[in-house]
């Protein structure tokens, strides 16, 4: 089966950083493009970032600095690195997989929070 | 970089149709979208790829009662014989070279 599962998720004080992981099964991860979206209570989606097939990244500017996408092939994971965090990254995050993308995980919850 | 405006909400009749719409930006009518359901409190699913031709691309296990089409700037999300498993939000998206983009989403309820 097709599937993506993320992990690494929790509580963490403002200014602090925390690594996501998304486990990729079913699929050839190497051929697609890989990104990580984001979800407010309440809100509605929020593309965080992308990383092609060739390890080109890219960001949005609210994430852009402080946020670091990454993928490692031969283990089908992908990974992103988030530092000096802030109330306003509270949201759960998934992990998605085609340049649409087509491939959604469960997604894993941040809460940022003295 | 595009703009996708959609409603915010729709609402219609077990077993009526509904066409949501996404509307590009000026500049950006051209694009490619694609259409995402997500149900209360589940992740999202793809439901299809929609071009500024019509031509859709949908997903695996996606029913026959999704359709898409295009019109200008506008891409439609049409549900025929809606059922209380579609009461769901529904998010257009698109992207460029660097930069993909949500629209704020429509929240559909079936009465």
């Known amino acids: 089966d097709v599937q993506l599962v993320e992990s690494g998720g929790g509580l963490v004080q403002p200014g602090g950083s925390l690594r996501l992981s998304c486990a990729a099964s079913?699929?050839?991860?190497?051929?697609?493009?890989m990104h990580w979206v984001r979800q407010s209570a309440g809100k509605g989606l929020e593309w965080v970032s992308c990383?092609?097939?060739?390890?080109?990244?890219y960001y949005p500017v609210s994430v852009k600095g402080r946020f670091t996408i990454s993928r490692e092939n031969a283990m089908n994971f992908l990974y992103l690195q988030m530092n000096s965090l802030t109330a306003e990254d509270t949201a759960v995050y998934y992990c998605?997989?085609?340049?649409?993308?087509?491939?959604w995980g469960q997604g894993t919850m941040v809460i940022v929070s003295s | 970089q595009p703009v996708l405006t959609q409603s915010s909400s729709a609402s219609a009749s077990l077993g009526s149709s509904v066409n949501l719409t996404c509307t590009l930006s000026?500049?950006?009518?051209?694009?490619?979208v694609a259409w995402h359901q997500q149900q209360p409190g589940k992740a999202p699913r793809y439901l299809m790829r929609?071009?500024?031709?019509?031509?859709?691309n949908k997903g695996s296990a996606v029913p026959e009662r999704f359709s898409g089409s295009s019109s200008g700037a506008d891409r439609y999300l049409t549900i025929s014989n809606l059922q209380s498993e579609d009461e769901a939000d529904y998010y257009c998206?698109?992207?460029?070279?660097?930069?993909?983009?949500f629209g704020g989403g429509t929240k559909l309820t079936v009465l």
């Open positions: 998605a997989a085609g340049t649409t993308p087509d491939i």
């Open positions: 079913g699929f050839s991860f190497s051929t697609y493009d």
């Open positions: 990383i092609g097939t060739a390890g080109d990244t």
């Open positions: 000026s500049g950006h009518r051209t694009y490619t």
């Open positions: 929609l071009e500024r031709r019509g031509v859709h």
């Open positions: 998206e698109t992207w460029d070279s660097t930069t993909w983009v």
